[in-house]
């Protein structure tokens, strides 16, 4: 059965970026040190043409997170440019002509914008009636693959507080980032059951259902 | 080795009590889900001389946690009264004629006060001249043991912000509780690397080397 499904990698303290996010800075202070457990993995690496990385838990539940996904759902702010806003066509995000994503990606925004083709299978398209709807497209897109809610934070709550999140998978990083965008607020208070915990020094994971 | 930790059951979304704490309700609205996990073991019930709760993950964290615990730190909040200020000589904690301590406990406060001798090895200690004084009495009278960092979520941030705490174990339950009492802000960057996860459908538990 598809599953419509978030993965996020989260601070101890609850942050999905630090403090000042800015164009220069997309994830905030400290917030790259979030993905180190990732961009570190062999797993990671392949996926972007890179050699190297480390084998182990942490390669494999990257290699596991990025199957089976048949379209993508990400917020206006996760697409950019920071600020948000009427549209500047010459944006079309923050991932160059090649996009990793390979799917089609639909983009929750307040502003209508032409569906936009990229290299390598990526289409943009842009949802302005609202996240139900978002969700009804990229259902449709998806076909007999999984819906991932990509983020940012203010996506995944909208579709958690609204019973429409079934799983979610996070990745617990030892870092304290003492501010920034908090991922668990606004969500009311969901039924989570943890399924499957995988650990590691650099993150503990925890997949959970949802509902 | 003694160990200086902390153990904490904490909210999905970074809470060790729920909002509205009072007498009534000393870990505030929702706050008892936080504890259902150890509750429902049977390595809860034999301490505290019941029968009957689960085995299992849970149940082995309870008795490994409550093992080898030479002596207690708490802060005033976690003590009581609720409201704190000066002591009512008539209030000896919480936990009734036999608290479930059975070592030396020290109360960090700013308000003098003899110990208070309990039944079953119990002792109260109330120290005003800081946490690294209670630190060095508590060590003392531990000797080969471990000295436990009670909480509440303040005295974990002091000890934890002035690097003096080794060992965070963290049980993670799967709830949003939306408010209250948070464990990890005022604490700085401190170096954390898990080094145990144990998991259970009712919270995960991750045992923080620190430093």
């Known amino acids: 059965m598809p599953t419509i499904r978030s993965q996020i ?47 182990g838990p942490d390669s494999r539940v990257v290699d596991e997170g990025a199957r089976g996904i048949g379209a993508y759902i990400m917020g206006r702010n996760m697409f950019g440019p920071p600020g948000g806003g009427e549209w500047d066509a010459s944006w079309t995000g923050w991932w160059g002509e090649d996009p990793p994503f390979h799917v089609p990606v639909h983009v929750l925004t307040h502003h ?20 139900e709807s978002a969700l009804e497209q990229a259902r449709a897109a998806a076909g007999e693959q999984d819906v991932l809610i990509a983020g940012g934070a203010n996506a995944i709550q909208q579709y958690l507080a609204a019973g429409l999140l079934e799983e979610l998978h996070l990745h617990v ?6 501010g920034g965008e908090r991922l668990l607020e606004n969500v009311g208070d969901p039924k989570l059951e943890p399924v499957e915990v995988v650990a590691s020094p650099a993150a503990t994971h925890v997949k959970y259902r949802v509902g």
């Open 9 to 55: 990698s989260i601070s101890l303290d609850g942050f999905v970026a630090g403090p000042d996010q800015s164009f220069d800075d997309p994830l905030g202070e400290g917030g790259e040190r979030l993905h180190d457990w990732a961009v570190n993995s062999a797993g990671w690496r392949r996926r972007h043409g890179q050699e190297g990385g480390e084998e």
């Open 173 to 178: 990083v030892p870092i304290v980032l003492g």
């Open 112 to 131: 209508a914008r032409e569906s936009i083709e990229m290299q390598g299978g990526t289409t943009f398209h842009f949802v302005t009636d609202g996240i």
